[in-house]
């Protein structure tokens, strides 16, 4: 018996969600989430960077009152220990690290400046402000010799960055100086990209190559909401919200002139926060009563549960394997973390002839790619296709 194209591809349909039914919508956990460095003070926003985690806490400021401080600790000590970064006076907040530098906001001038620490011996921390300029510069983040962070200084907030190679002279430059806000900025390499509301809502654009004359570029350019970009490799992710639904997103920006987007979580429940470091999209989701924390792998493309605890797990951050998170225990935020392990973190090593569609296996969804195009030929002349 012989089967037309649309049936074939009708039959491949079938199979493909009976596949997907059956497997349902996660991974089963092989992972222990642990406490950080345990303190009866809140500890807030976690960045993450291979196994050094740092993150904001108020500390006594010797008056009776607490300030905000950057806390530093690496898992992969000895004994891993919380130093903490800034013991000064006034707020140090929204930290980030790349490799042994830290970034934070600071207003200990009376308006909030960028600071860079070398943290190669943490408790003696080299830092240097890098914005010594009027206005507030604030949400830094780092990746190498880039910093970038969003400056109110012309009246609206615009995205600055500056190469750090020395800190001690580093020269700011614009990145995105446009009408109305830019703000939020993530950057990777030499991409920076943003959330910029120069069209009425907020929309997610991307500067690429910023030493180089940088052309912005929107990744999204839609009538929704998108927010808290965060960029790895060409995979921009961001939230999106609209109508009673919630959404995380994310596009390859291999090609910035044509950015691919695809859903990676959507539903009736808030999905927010997310943040994507090499393979895995990580974000903070409602779907079950209470804030979790979720993953998605950029190769198998299957969403998996972090966090299973009945408290709340907010504002997480991802590098590699390494996922950590701020949550609620016994009426106090701190500092929580856990190894992903297992299928969650697959990664293609050898992509083999036949996958089409880049998951690294070839199976249905492959053979479905090849049936629509089945006896379709681009020879010119067309008589040579036969």
């Known amino acids: 018996m012989f089967l037309f194209v649309g049936e074939i591809m009708t039959r491949l349909s079938i199979t493909l969600l009976c596949l997907t039914t059956l497997a349902g919508p996660g991974l089963a956990q092989t992972w222990t989430q642990f406490a950080v460095a345990p303190s009866a003070e809140n500890q807030h926003k976690p960045h993450v960077d291979g196994k050094k985690i740092v993150w904001e806490q108020p500390v006594s400021d010797g008056a009776g009152g607490l300030d905000w401080d950057v806390?530093?600790?690496?898992?992969?000590?000895?004994?891993?220990?919380?130093?903490?970064l800034t013991p000064y006076i006034q707020d140090q907040r929204n930290?980030?690290?790349?490799?042994?530098?830290v970034v934070w906001q600071d207003n200990f001038f009376g308006d909030w400046d960028i600071y860079i620490a070398d943290v190669t011996v943490p408790t003696v921390p080299l830092d240097t402000c890098i914005t010594p300029n009027l206005g507030n510069q604030q949400n830094p983040a780092i990746w190498g010799n880039i910093v970038a962070w969003q400056d109110d200084y012309?009246?609206?907030?615009?995205?600055?960055?500056?190469?750090?190679?020395d800190p001690d002279n580093a020269v700011p430059f614009g990145v995105a100086l446009f009408e109305a806000d830019q703000i939020m900025p993530a950057v990777q390499k030499n991409t920076v990209v943003w959330q910029d509301n120069e069209f009425g809502d907020w929309d997610i654009w991307a500067a690429i190559s910023?030493?180089?004359?940088?052309?912005?570029?929107?990744i999204t350019f839609t009538v929704l909401d998108e927010a808290n970009p965060s960029v790895w490799g060409d995979t921009v992710a961001w939230e999106e919200s609209s109508a009673g639904q919630w959404a995380i997103r994310a596009a390859d920006i291999s090609n910035p002139n044509d950015p691919v987007s695809f859903l990676v979580t959507k539903g009736a429940q808030p999905r927010t926060n997310p943040a994507v470091g090499d393979n895995i999209i990580v974000w903070q989701d409602?779907?079950?009563?209470?804030?979790?924390?979720?993953?998605f792998n950029l190769t198998t493309r299957r969403e998996f549960r972090i966090t299973q605890s009945a408290a709340d797990q907010i504002n997480p951050a991802v590098s590699g394997n390494l996922v950590a998170w701020q949550q609620m225990q016994n009426?106090?935020?701190n500092i929580y973390a856990a190894e992903l392990s297992g299928p969650a973190v697959a990664r293609c090593v050898n992509r083999p002839m036949g996958d089409i569609t880049g998951d690294c296996v070839v199976n249905l969804a492959d053979l479905a790619v090849i049936a629509a195009d089945w006896l379709t030929c681009g020879l010119d002349i067309q008589d040579a296709c036969y």
């Open 71 to 84: 806390m530093f600790i690496d898992l992969s000590a000895a004994q891993p220990a919380m130093i903490n």
């Open 95 to 101: 930290p980030a690290i790349y490799g042994n530098r």
């Open 154 to 165: 012309y009246g609206d907030w615009d995205i600055w960055a500056a190469d750090v190679t």
């Open 210 to 218: 910023i030493h180089n004359n940088p052309v912005s570029s929107a």
């Open 286 to 295: 409602f779907r079950h009563g209470n804030w979790d924390i979720y993953g």
């Open 331 to 333: 009426g106090v935020w």
